[in-house]
């Protein structure tokens, strides 16, 4: 055997074994977007800083490659809107930490989060945007605080709650469903 076809078998092989035991291992992705960053670390997003998240046109957050893979978001205390977009169509999302920072969220913000079951609104909370949770056909539960005072159109729009609980302003809670 030659030595060019030995290396090229050596290379060949490194290739195909590296490729075969990717799946196996996990690499973080992050960085930056607007006032905050973000880390993907295996199947968890984790979003810190201080300030608003950007709006993003519809496949135009720096995470929006992963959504398939991401199956948890936490948003860590700090950040104020949620953007608009910002996690459209992430199928495979069960779970979603939002912060008693966040006073928004944005138009279209867990747009079609199919895996999504429940969602707990924080305090913080007094806008959610059109179209919000549209299309989150696993939702079936919601808490909306009291300090909500605007839903836009379609927020929960082609989702099948079974239960949304609504706080009442003097702390009762009041279910709707």
């Not at 609104?121 to 919601?142: H, K, Q």
Request: glycine share 10%.
């Amino acid at each position: 055997m030659t030595k060019k076809l030995s290396i090229k078998i050596f290379f060949s092989s490194l290739l195909l074994f590296s490729l075969l035991l990717s799946p196996f291992f996990s690499f973080a992705q992050g960085g930056t977007t607007g006032p905050l960053t973000w880390q993907l670390q295996g199947n968890t997003l984790t979003i810190s800083g201080n300030g608003a998240m950007p709006d993003y046109s519809t496949s135009g957050s720096p995470w929006y490659s992963y959504r398939l893979s991401i199956h948890t978001v936490i948003m860590e205390d700090g950040i104020t809107v949620i953007g608009i977009n910002a996690f459209r169509q992430h199928n495979n999302l069960a779970s979603v930490t939002i912060p008693n920072s966040v006073t928004t969220i944005g138009d279209q913000a867990f747009w079609n989060c199919i895996g999504l079951t429940s969602v707990t609104i924080p305090n913080s909370v007094t806008t959610i945007g059109n179209s919000a949770f549209d299309g989150c056909t696993g939702l079936t539960s919601v808490t909306i605080p009291n300090s909500v005072t605007t839903i836009g159109n379609y927020a929960f729009y082609d989702v099948l709650l079974i239960t949304v609980i609504v706080m009442h302003l003097d702390g009762a809670i009041l279910p709707i469903l």
